[in-house]
């Protein structure tokens, strides 16, 4: 049997009995699973201010819309951000019209502090911090340096429910975290995710912009006036952003499991790093010092990075690349060459199956697998 990137690991009677909950009640939208989430997220995370949305990347352009509005930030202010990311990550940046300006990475895969600081212009106003597969990298530097030089800083957690940094849960410290909880993640629904202001004023524009600038959401006036009420106020334009009941039924579910399977992913990390230990041809991506690490990927760096995922195919093992160079897009080709480490890095990392359904035995076949290939190829 093929062993897949990614399998996601839903409860299924679980998430049925709380789907079945909103459909038997009519509230299938906004409205009392979506609040449960966001109670059960901020006691988990310990984060002040939790907001359902539909997705991460809805979030992002959410937040630096905020910002930019707030700040009075002009169109074609900078936005300090990895060009080694999902797309999503810079398109939140375009569609607020400012430019993203490409940092380098580190060995940890996350943005150099040192390259952000070079980057620095006087027209840069936030930097957005990724972190990739649940690593936190230089985080705390990046934070100390925002806060230096007055920058906005912005966690994009896609990858990172679960995740901690010196025994605390990530997000309280940035300006804005956005976490995603997609088909395959982590904390998995269909699609959805989370917005995280520490301010209360924040979180509750955000919540009028997301519900396209209505300053009552219809759950709200429909259980606190007794009767469905047309009577609420337009204050800005905003966006149909929010989340739904259906995913936060899932969501969760998916939350009360989430610490166990985590604990699982690093236990399949650690086996995956003690078979590839000291192999010089297969280096493993290191997880930085004080992190406990979500470990939504376990990535490796190997030369003739493309023959050997084929070859791995060839022996049923579907492995992923997390990411391409974005510079390497027809939309951000103005960064090419501006970020060596991420250019080479993307033409070298694998990220390797990393799902509840993987077994120990399937990390001794896919390390011996994978050793072999390479030492062909070398």
Request: charged share 25%.
């Amino acid at each position: 049997m093929a062993i897949q990137l990614f399998v996601p690991n839903f409860r299924v009677d679980e998430c049925l009995e709380g789907i079945r909950e909103c459909l038997e009640k009519g509230w299938t939208g906004l409205g009392f699973k979506t609040i449960e989430m966001e109670k059960q997220w901020s006691a988990y995370t310990g984060l002040a201010h939790s907001h359902f949305l539909s997705s991460n990347t809805v979030g992002l352009h959410l937040a630096l819309y905020m910002f930019k509005t707030e700040f009075g930030w002009d169109d074609g202010d900078e936005v300090i951000t990895p060009p080694l990311t999902f797309v999503s990550s810079n398109h939140a940046v375009m569609y607020c019209n400012l430019k993203p300006v490409f940092a380098d990475v580190d060995e940890f895969l996350c943005l150099d502090p040192k390259d952000i600081e070079r980057k620095i212009t006087p027209r840069t106003r936030a930097v957005m911090f990724v972190g990739m597969g649940g690593n936190t990298g230089r985080y705390e530097e990046v934070r100390k340096l925002c806060k230096e030089r007055g920058l906005t800083l912005i966690l994009d957690a896609a990858h990172m429910s679960g995740t901690r940094l010196n025994g605390k849960h990530v997000g309280s410290d940035a300006d804005c975290t956005v976490f995603s909880f997609q088909a395959v993640k982590n904390l998995a629904t269909a699609d959805s995710g989370m917005i995280c202001f520490n301010d209360a004023a924040r979180d509750e524009r955000a919540r009028k912009l997301s519900w396209l600038g209505i300053n009552k959401d219809t759950y709200a006036r429909t259980v606190n006036q007794g009767s469905y009420k047309w009577m609420y106020d337009v204050e800005e334009i905003g966006f149909k952003y929010h989340g739904n009941s259906i995913m936060a039924a899932i969501g969760l579910v998916s939350l009360k499991y989430l610490d166990r399977d985590n604990a699982y992913r690093r236990q399949l990390a650690k086996w995956y790093e003690e078979r590839l230990a000291g192999d010089e041809l297969i280096r493993v991506v290191p997880i930085a010092p004080d992190c406990e690490s979500s470990r939504h990927l376990f990535q490796v760096r190997v030369n003739k990075r493309e023959e050997v995922l084929m070859a791995l195919n060839e022996h049923d093992i579907h492995p992923g690349v997390h990411y391409r160079d974005n510079t390497e897009y027809r939309q951000y080709s103005h960064g090419a060459g501006t970020c060596p480490n991420a250019h080479l890095a993307s033409k070298e990392i694998l990220s390797l199956p990393m799902h509840m359904n993987v077994t120990e035995r399937d990390v001794d076949y896919i390390a011996q697998t994978l050793k072999k290939i390479v030492r062909v190829g070398a």
